[in-house]
């Protein structure tokens, strides 16, 4: 197989590039855009952040509820009656669970008695024929190993429901999806800023990572495809599927009479080790080997299994819980292997954005309509806890969650729309656990309570009091971003809110 000119060598670049693109090695393609060259790691025991992206709209005021009494003028009371009365088939509209069904939690920070949604429970994981018991979050929670952030949204600054009916400032776009998840992905209530073309945990990772791993891995990996939250200044996502690296079909060793594996990548390597007068011919290149040098050490890394593999079994069929595994292999070989220091994960679970089906008829609540999707994400974080701590990383990993906006207390009959701040999980070993962090609402429908801060529209869409800029600067400094004008340089709006610690991470 000859290479015959050098237009030849480049339409087989464009043409390669394409295939790549379409084919099997389309995960390659985010992390050949122009990487940095590595650099050294900043000191330090290893940490990273696990962002789990819930996209659609998590309805989370029926994952964390009031759960003080049945009496008439209780909290509770004030969800059964905002959320229409609780589901039956009597009453098919209702939004709110029954007293007995919502899993009782203790906040160690709160007079007042909070519950979990019923699919929070601890359960056995089943593989094949491998089975295995897990914690759920209500086991979590109790341990004080997670917490909750309440009320927690896109904010430009402070903002009272006067103030807005008053036409004070606020992040564009609010109620759209993609709008809010870009937002939230940035971490700040607007897009308009220069440092919003990085997303927060990108700018993060170029903060504290120093650069690519000196095999040219990059500190922010994607096991859910592309995500702004991971794209920082100098440093783009590395992708992977929740299967590992997806390398070049047909291009990789063998001896195949049919396919010509080995003849293939002798030809793609005299390509890219050939001499360029295009600068751009060259990075292309130079970006090419390291992307599949990457590739092809984590592959070998992954499929070794003293150092690739784990043990913990995580649910079949549960596609967060896969990623999330992939997330905790690739976790151990980036300490044990690779001498990482400091990465942010991004994976991904949809399908919350129900306006119709929040319950299933003569279904169980924990397991169907809304009850599903959260049975899915507690079973998927509880195995990932267990992997956690059977690769000794508990001390060194926080996982939390993310979501476009909360969803209307009042149903549409079937399901609940659009709203805007809500509740979000914290998990890990420094984690200030068992406690509910921010200023939980008293979920009444139009309410506008200055002395409570507690302000809602028509059908219950609350204004936060928490910013998602507040949340993502406390897990920046527990990534080590620890001086303030650095923080407020990647917040540009953190300084107008009273605090850029929410206190919920341990040293």
């Known amino acids: 197989m000859a290479i015959q000119s050098n237009a030849g060598r480049r339409e087989f670049l464009r043409k390669l590039g394409i295939t790549f693109a379409a084919g099997s090695g389309a995960a390659l393609i985010p992390q050949l855009g122009l990487i940095p060259s590595a650099s050294a790691n900043a000191p330090g025991p290893y940490r990273a952040l696990v962002c789990v992206y819930l996209a659609g709209a998590n309805?989370?005021?029926?994952?964390?509820?009031?759960?003080?009494?049945?009496?008439?003028?209780?909290?509770?009371?004030?969800?059964?009656?905002?959320r229409g009365g609780v589901y039956s088939g009597a009453n098919t509209a209702g939004l709110a669970h029954a007293f007995t069904d919502i899993l009782p939690i203790s906040a160690s920070n709160q007079s007042d008695l909070f519950g979990l949604h019923p699919s929070?429970?601890?359960?056995?994981?089943?593989?094949?024929?491998?089975?295995?018991?897990?914690?759920?979050?209500?086991?979590?929670f109790a341990s004080g190993k997670a917490a909750f952030i309440a009320n927690t949204g896109t904010l430009l600054s402070p903002i009272t429901k006067t103030q807005y009916n008053g036409g004070a400032p606020r992040p564009a776009q609010l109620f759209s999806h993609n709008d809010q998840e870009l937002q939230w992905q940035v971490g700040m209530g607007n897009t308009t800023s220069p440092v919003a073309k990085y997303g927060w945990g990108g700018r993060v990772a170029s903060a504290v990572a120093g650069g690519n791993l000196p095999n040219g891995l990059s500190p922010s990996l994607s096991i859910a495809g592309s995500a702004r939250f991971l794209i920082g200044d100098?440093?783009?996502?590395?992708?992977?599927?929740?299967?590992?690296?997806?390398?070049?079909?047909?291009?990789?060793?063998?001896?195949g009479t049919n396919n010509f594996p080995s003849q293939r990548r002798s030809v793609l390597d005299d390509l890219l080790n050939d001499s360029y007068s295009s600068p751009f011919q060259r990075e292309y290149a130079s970006t090419m080997r390291r992307a599949l040098g990457v590739g092809e050490e984590l592959f070998g890394l992954l499929n070794t299994p003293t150092s690739g593999d784990i043990q913990t079994v995580f649910p079949a069929g549960n596609t967060l819980a896969a990623q999330l595994r992939m997330v905790a292999r690739m976790i151990k070989i980036s300490r044990a292997s690779l001498n990482a220091t400091r990465q942010v994960f991004?994976?991904?679970?949809?399908?919350?954005?129900?306006?119709?089906?929040?319950?299933?008829?003569?279904?169980?609540?924990?397991?169907s309509g809304h009850g599903a999707l959260l049975t899915t994400l507690n079973q998927a974080l509880g195995s990932f806890w267990t992997a956690l701590e059977?690769?000794?990383?508990?001390?060194?990993?926080?996982t939390f969650t993310m979501s476009d906006f909360a969803r209307t207390l009042s149903g549409n009959g079937?399901?609940?729309?659009?709203?805007?701040?809500?509740?979000?999980?914290?998990?890990?070993?420094?984690?200030?656990?068992?406690?509910i962090f921010g200023r939980y609402p008293q979920l009444r429908i139009d309410n506008n309570n200055d002395a409570e801060q507690d302000w809602s529209f028509s059908r219950g869409q609350y204004i936060p009091t928490t910013a998602v800029d507040q949340v993502a600067a406390t897990l920046s400094r527990w990534m080590g971003v620890t001086d303030s004008t650095a923080l407020n340089a990647m917040f540009p709006n953190l300084a107008n809110f009273n605090s850029s610690d929410l206190g919920f991470m341990l040293p």
């Open 346 to 367: 991004y994976v991904r679970y949809g399908s919350f954005d129900l306006h119709n089906g929040m319950f299933a008829g003569g279904q169980p609540v924990a397991t």
């Open 120 to 140: 929070s429970t601890d359960f056995t994981a089943t593989a094949g024929a491998a089975t295995g018991m897990h914690s759920g979050l209500q086991s979590i």
């Open 414 to 435: 079937d399901g609940s729309d659009h709203a805007w701040g809500g509740n979000m999980l914290v998990m890990g070993n420094k984690v200030d656990g068992g406690k």
């Open 234 to 255: 100098g440093v783009l996502p590395y992708q992977l599927s929740s299967a590992g690296v997806d390398r070049i079909d047909n291009y990789i060793g063998g001896t």
């Open 59 to 82: 309805d989370s005021y029926n994952w964390l509820m009031p759960r003080d009494s049945e009496l008439s003028g209780s909290r509770y009371d004030t969800y059964r009656a905002s």
């Open 390 to 398: 059977e690769i000794g990383a508990r001390d060194n990993v926080t």
